[in-house]
Protein backbone atom coordinates (compact mmCIF):
# COMPACT_ATOMS: atom_id res chain seq x y z
CA UNK A 1 0.00 0.00 0.00
CA UNK A 2 0.99 3.46 -0.93
CA UNK A 3 0.25 6.05 1.78
CA UNK A 4 2.39 8.88 1.50
CA UNK A 5 5.29 10.37 -1.41
CA UNK A 6 8.68 11.02 -0.57
CA UNK A 7 12.26 12.03 -1.76
CA UNK A 8 14.00 8.94 -3.20
CA UNK A 9 16.42 9.54 0.29
CA UNK A 10 13.74 9.64 2.76
CA UNK A 11 11.18 7.20 0.99
CA UNK A 12 10.15 4.38 3.12
CA UNK A 13 8.12 1.01 1.99
CA UNK A 14 5.16 3.15 2.76
CA UNK A 15 5.99 6.04 0.13
CA UNK A 16 6.09 6.40 -3.75
CA UNK A 17 9.00 8.59 -5.07
CA UNK A 18 9.84 9.95 -8.71
CA UNK A 19 13.26 10.50 -10.64
CA UNK A 20 12.86 13.15 -13.28
CA UNK A 21 16.25 15.00 -12.99
CA UNK A 22 18.92 12.73 -13.89
CA UNK A 23 21.29 14.42 -11.57
CA UNK A 24 19.54 12.68 -8.91
CA UNK A 25 19.68 9.60 -10.32
CA UNK A 26 22.86 8.59 -8.14
CA UNK A 27 20.12 8.03 -5.41
CA UNK A 28 17.94 5.83 -7.07
CA UNK A 29 20.27 3.06 -6.44
CA UNK A 30 19.86 3.36 -2.82
CA UNK A 31 15.91 3.92 -2.17
CA UNK A 32 13.69 2.15 -0.23
CA UNK A 33 10.67 3.39 -1.83
CA UNK A 34 7.40 1.56 -2.22
CA UNK A 35 7.21 2.40 -5.45
CA UNK A 36 9.34 5.03 -7.97
CA UNK A 37 7.93 6.75 -10.69
CA UNK A 38 10.37 7.20 -13.52
CA UNK A 39 11.31 6.60 -17.35
CA UNK A 40 11.61 3.56 -19.18
CA UNK A 41 15.81 4.20 -19.79
CA UNK A 42 15.89 3.81 -15.61
CA UNK A 43 14.32 0.78 -15.07
CA UNK A 44 17.47 -1.43 -14.91
CA UNK A 45 18.47 0.78 -12.45
CA UNK A 46 15.78 0.85 -10.07
CA UNK A 47 15.88 -1.75 -6.75
CA UNK A 48 12.16 -1.38 -6.20
CA UNK A 49 9.11 -1.67 -7.77
CA UNK A 50 8.98 1.28 -10.75
CA UNK A 51 5.56 3.13 -12.21
CA UNK A 52 6.96 3.77 -16.22
CA UNK A 53 5.81 7.13 -17.16
CA UNK A 54 7.28 9.29 -20.49
CA UNK A 55 6.63 12.17 -17.85
CA UNK A 56 7.72 11.31 -14.55
CA UNK A 57 7.04 14.64 -12.53
CA UNK A 58 3.42 14.99 -14.30
CA UNK A 59 2.81 11.40 -13.25
CA UNK A 60 3.78 12.05 -9.66
CA UNK A 61 2.36 15.60 -9.46
CA UNK A 62 -1.43 13.79 -10.41
CA UNK A 63 -0.78 10.78 -7.41
CA UNK A 64 0.30 13.39 -5.42
CA UNK A 65 -2.87 15.17 -5.43
CA UNK A 66 -4.98 12.20 -5.36
CA UNK A 67 -2.79 11.34 -1.96
CA UNK A 68 -3.19 14.95 -0.40
CA UNK A 69 -6.50 16.04 -1.24
CA UNK A 70 -7.16 20.15 -0.54
CA UNK A 71 -9.55 20.35 2.40
CA UNK A 72 -12.15 22.44 1.83
CA UNK A 73 -14.63 24.45 4.22
CA UNK A 74 -18.26 23.70 4.52
CA UNK A 75 -20.37 26.09 3.04
CA UNK A 76 -21.76 29.39 4.21
CA UNK A 77 -20.89 32.73 5.45
CA UNK A 78 -19.18 32.95 8.70
CA UNK A 79 -21.04 35.40 11.20
CA UNK A 80 -18.36 38.30 11.32
CA UNK A 81 -18.29 38.91 7.92
CA UNK A 82 -19.50 42.10 6.40
CA UNK A 83 -21.90 41.71 3.09
CA UNK A 84 -22.62 44.59 1.10
CA UNK A 85 -25.95 45.23 -0.76
CA UNK A 86 -27.16 43.00 -4.01
CA UNK A 87 -24.40 40.78 -3.67
CA UNK A 88 -24.71 37.28 -5.23
CA UNK A 89 -23.34 33.80 -3.72
CA UNK A 90 -23.46 30.51 -6.05
CA UNK A 91 -24.44 27.46 -4.27
CA UNK A 92 -22.13 25.95 -1.82
CA UNK A 93 -19.83 29.30 -1.41
CA UNK A 94 -17.97 29.42 1.50
CA UNK A 95 -16.88 33.08 3.65
CA UNK A 96 -14.73 32.91 6.19
CA UNK A 97 -13.77 34.79 9.18
CA UNK A 98 -14.08 38.83 8.84
CA UNK A 99 -14.13 39.01 5.33
CA UNK A 100 -15.48 42.40 3.65
CA UNK A 101 -17.21 42.06 0.54
CA UNK A 102 -18.67 45.06 -0.83
CA UNK A 103 -21.90 46.28 -3.26
CA UNK A 104 -23.06 44.42 -6.53
CA UNK A 105 -19.71 41.75 -5.79
CA UNK A 106 -21.01 38.11 -7.46
CA UNK A 107 -19.08 34.71 -6.51
CA UNK A 108 -19.54 31.91 -8.67
CA UNK A 109 -20.63 28.23 -7.14
CA UNK A 110 -18.44 26.65 -4.52
CA UNK A 111 -16.10 29.36 -4.64
CA UNK A 112 -14.28 29.74 -0.84
CA UNK A 113 -13.32 33.19 0.34
CA UNK A 114 -10.90 32.98 3.06
CA UNK A 115 -10.36 34.31 6.22
CA UNK A 116 -9.43 38.19 6.43
CA UNK A 117 -9.85 38.56 2.27
CA UNK A 118 -11.51 42.05 1.03
CA UNK A 119 -13.84 41.55 -2.37
CA UNK A 120 -14.46 44.86 -3.66
CA UNK A 121 -17.54 46.37 -5.63
CA UNK A 122 -18.74 45.26 -8.68
CA UNK A 123 -16.12 42.28 -8.44
CA UNK A 124 -17.12 39.05 -9.99
CA UNK A 125 -15.77 35.60 -9.28
CA UNK A 126 -16.54 32.73 -11.05
CA UNK A 127 -17.03 29.30 -9.72
CA UNK A 128 -14.64 27.02 -7.90
CA UNK A 129 -12.28 29.79 -6.86
CA UNK A 130 -10.24 29.63 -3.78
CA UNK A 131 -8.64 32.59 -2.48
CA UNK A 132 -7.02 31.90 0.63
CA UNK A 133 -6.46 34.41 3.63
CA UNK A 134 -5.93 38.03 3.54
CA UNK A 135 -6.36 38.36 -0.25
CA UNK A 136 -7.86 41.51 -1.80
CA UNK A 137 -9.59 42.42 -4.90
CA UNK A 138 -10.11 46.31 -5.68
CA UNK A 139 -13.30 47.49 -7.51
CA UNK A 140 -14.27 45.67 -10.83
CA UNK A 141 -11.90 42.92 -10.88
CA UNK A 142 -13.16 40.04 -12.70
CA UNK A 143 -11.95 36.10 -12.12
CA UNK A 144 -12.71 33.34 -14.15
CA UNK A 145 -13.52 29.78 -13.11
CA UNK A 146 -11.18 27.73 -10.54
CA UNK A 147 -8.96 30.75 -9.90
CA UNK A 148 -6.40 30.35 -7.02
CA UNK A 149 -5.06 33.11 -4.96
CA UNK A 150 -2.63 32.45 -2.31
CA UNK A 151 -2.24 34.88 0.70
CA UNK A 152 -1.96 38.52 0.31
CA UNK A 153 -2.59 38.56 -3.68
CA UNK A 154 -3.74 42.00 -4.55
CA UNK A 155 -5.11 42.64 -7.72
CA UNK A 156 -6.70 45.78 -9.04
CA UNK A 157 -4.60 48.31 -7.19
CA UNK A 158 -3.89 51.26 -8.89
CA UNK A 159 -1.04 51.05 -11.45
CA UNK A 160 1.56 53.67 -11.29
CA UNK A 161 0.66 56.47 -13.53
CA UNK A 162 1.88 59.96 -13.14
CA UNK A 163 2.15 63.38 -15.19
CA UNK A 164 4.77 65.58 -14.57
CA UNK A 165 4.11 69.16 -14.05
CA UNK A 166 6.11 71.99 -13.01
CA UNK A 167 5.20 71.92 -9.17
CA UNK A 168 5.54 68.34 -9.18
CA UNK A 169 4.05 65.20 -10.02
CA UNK A 170 0.39 64.46 -10.22
CA UNK A 171 -1.63 60.79 -10.19
CA UNK A 172 -3.15 59.65 -13.46
CA UNK A 173 -6.75 58.19 -12.82
CA UNK A 174 -6.56 54.61 -13.42
CA UNK A 175 -10.14 53.70 -14.28
CA UNK A 176 -9.51 50.15 -16.14
CA UNK A 177 -10.00 46.78 -14.49
CA UNK A 178 -8.32 43.61 -14.07
CA UNK A 179 -9.26 40.32 -15.56
CA UNK A 180 -8.16 36.98 -14.77
CA UNK A 181 -9.00 33.94 -17.44
CA UNK A 182 -9.82 30.76 -15.80
CA UNK A 183 -7.40 28.26 -14.01
CA UNK A 184 -5.10 30.58 -12.96
CA UNK A 185 -3.16 30.31 -10.05
CA UNK A 186 -1.62 33.55 -8.69
CA UNK A 187 1.28 33.35 -5.76
CA UNK A 188 1.32 34.85 -2.24
CA UNK A 189 2.37 39.03 -2.06
CA UNK A 190 2.07 39.02 -6.24
CA UNK A 191 0.18 42.62 -6.92
CA UNK A 192 -1.59 42.87 -10.49
CA UNK A 193 -2.55 46.63 -11.04
CA UNK A 194 -5.54 47.82 -13.11
CA UNK A 195 -5.49 49.41 -16.29
CA UNK A 196 -5.31 52.92 -17.07
CA UNK A 197 -7.65 52.95 -19.36
CA UNK A 198 -7.90 49.58 -20.56
CA UNK A 199 -7.69 46.67 -18.26
CA UNK A 200 -5.09 44.45 -17.24
CA UNK A 201 -5.51 40.79 -18.71
CA UNK A 202 -4.37 37.61 -17.35
CA UNK A 203 -4.96 34.91 -20.29
CA UNK A 204 -6.52 30.63 -19.09
CA UNK A 205 -4.16 28.42 -17.43
CA UNK A 206 -1.44 31.48 -16.54
CA UNK A 207 1.08 30.28 -13.12
CA UNK A 208 2.49 33.66 -11.39
CA UNK A 209 4.63 32.87 -8.53
CA UNK A 210 5.14 34.74 -5.48
CA UNK A 211 6.40 38.57 -5.34
CA UNK A 212 5.77 39.68 -8.80
CA UNK A 213 4.65 42.93 -9.76
CA UNK A 214 2.71 43.13 -13.38
CA UNK A 215 1.91 47.24 -14.11
CA UNK A 216 -0.85 48.18 -15.40
CA UNK A 217 -2.49 47.44 -18.78
CA UNK A 218 -0.10 43.93 -19.40
CA UNK A 219 -1.31 41.27 -20.81
CA UNK A 220 -0.19 37.61 -20.25
CA UNK A 221 -0.99 35.08 -23.06
CA UNK A 222 -2.64 31.76 -22.01
CA UNK A 223 -0.66 29.32 -20.48
CA UNK A 224 2.34 31.73 -19.25
CA UNK A 225 4.26 30.37 -16.44
CA UNK A 226 6.12 33.48 -14.41
CA UNK A 227 8.65 32.78 -11.85
CA UNK A 228 9.25 34.61 -8.52
CA UNK A 229 10.29 38.11 -8.11
CA UNK A 230 9.70 39.37 -12.05
CA UNK A 231 8.90 43.01 -13.01
CA UNK A 232 6.74 43.60 -15.89
CA UNK A 233 6.12 47.06 -16.48
CA UNK A 234 2.77 48.84 -17.87
CA UNK A 235 1.43 48.21 -21.40
CA UNK A 236 4.12 45.16 -21.96
CA UNK A 237 2.33 42.40 -23.95
CA UNK A 238 3.56 38.44 -23.09
CA UNK A 239 2.64 36.19 -25.56
CA UNK A 240 1.73 32.04 -25.26
CA UNK A 241 3.11 29.24 -23.39
CA UNK A 242 6.23 31.83 -22.43
CA UNK A 243 8.37 30.68 -19.35
CA UNK A 244 10.32 33.32 -17.51
CA UNK A 245 12.91 33.01 -14.73
CA UNK A 246 13.14 34.50 -11.13
CA UNK A 247 13.66 38.23 -11.18
CA UNK A 248 13.49 39.23 -14.50
CA UNK A 249 12.41 42.59 -15.50
CA UNK A 250 10.56 44.18 -18.40
CA UNK A 251 10.50 47.51 -19.86
CA UNK A 252 7.23 48.89 -20.82
CA UNK A 253 5.32 49.04 -24.17
CA UNK A 254 7.19 46.19 -25.98
CA UNK A 255 6.01 42.80 -26.89
CA UNK A 256 7.24 39.66 -26.12
CA UNK A 257 6.01 36.76 -29.12
CA UNK A 258 4.75 32.86 -27.90
CA UNK A 259 6.79 30.37 -27.14
CA UNK A 260 9.57 32.59 -25.25
CA UNK A 261 11.45 31.57 -22.49
CA UNK A 262 13.86 34.50 -20.20
CA UNK A 263 15.77 32.70 -18.25
CA UNK A 264 16.60 33.86 -14.53
CA UNK A 265 17.51 37.71 -14.02
CA UNK A 266 17.71 38.81 -17.29
CA UNK A 267 16.33 42.36 -18.57
CA UNK A 268 14.67 42.84 -21.78
CA UNK A 269 14.72 46.17 -22.87
CA UNK A 270 13.01 45.43 -26.42
CA UNK A 271 10.59 43.73 -28.26
CA UNK A 272 11.17 39.51 -28.90
CA UNK A 273 9.44 38.00 -31.65
CA UNK A 274 9.95 34.18 -30.18
CA UNK A 275 9.87 31.59 -30.03
CA UNK A 276 13.55 31.51 -28.47
CA UNK A 277 16.03 31.49 -25.38
CA UNK A 278 16.78 34.58 -24.42
CA UNK A 279 19.44 35.85 -21.29
CA UNK A 280 21.17 38.23 -19.96
CA UNK A 281 23.11 39.13 -16.53
CA UNK A 282 25.99 37.59 -15.89
CA UNK A 283 26.49 34.19 -13.93
CA UNK A 284 28.00 34.11 -10.56
CA UNK A 285 32.14 34.84 -10.91
CA UNK A 286 35.09 34.16 -7.77
CA UNK A 287 35.01 38.00 -6.29
CA UNK A 288 38.06 38.97 -7.56
CA UNK A 289 37.85 37.58 -11.20
CA UNK A 290 33.96 39.22 -11.43
CA UNK A 291 35.82 42.47 -10.33
CA UNK A 292 38.26 42.18 -12.89
CA UNK A 293 35.35 41.05 -15.48
CA UNK A 294 33.68 44.69 -14.76
CA UNK A 295 37.09 46.47 -15.01
CA UNK A 296 38.02 45.39 -18.27
CA UNK A 297 33.96 46.15 -19.32
CA UNK A 298 34.33 49.19 -18.69
CA UNK A 299 37.20 49.46 -20.76
CA UNK A 300 35.33 48.70 -24.23
CA UNK A 301 34.68 51.82 -25.61
CA UNK A 302 37.97 52.97 -25.14
CA UNK A 303 39.08 49.70 -26.66
CA UNK A 304 36.93 49.53 -29.82
CA UNK A 305 37.70 53.03 -30.44
CA UNK A 306 41.98 52.27 -30.40
CA UNK A 307 40.76 49.25 -32.75
CA UNK A 308 38.93 51.80 -35.15
CA UNK A 309 41.67 54.16 -35.21
CA UNK A 310 44.43 51.00 -36.35
CA UNK A 311 42.38 49.62 -39.09
CA UNK A 312 41.89 53.32 -40.30
CA UNK A 313 45.39 53.59 -40.06
CA UNK A 314 45.85 49.74 -42.00
CA UNK A 315 43.28 50.97 -44.51
CA UNK A 316 45.48 54.48 -45.44
CA UNK A 317 48.52 51.94 -45.45
CA UNK A 318 47.81 49.52 -47.92
CA UNK A 319 46.01 52.26 -49.98
CA UNK A 320 49.05 53.53 -50.12
Known sequence: MIARVATLGDAGEDALSFLANPRYSGALASTRAGAVV???????????????????Y????????????????????????????????GSGVAIGPNVVIEDEVQIGANSVVGAGCVIGASSRLGAGCRLAANVTLCH???????????????LGADGFGMARTAEGWIGVPQIGG????????????TTIDR????????????????????????????????????????????GQRCMIGGAACFNGHIEIGDDVVVTGMTMVTRSLAGPGVYSSGIPVEENKRWARGVARYKQLDDLASRVKRLEKQVTTRNDN
Open 140 to 154: DVTLGDRVVLHPAVV
Open 38 to 56: LQPRHLDACPVDALISDDP
Open 195 to 238: GAIGDTVIGHGVRLDNLIQVAHNVSIGDHTVIAACVGISGSTRI
Open 178 to 189: VRIGNDVEIGAS
Open 58 to 89: VTYARIADWLYPRTRPSAGVHPSAVIGERVEL
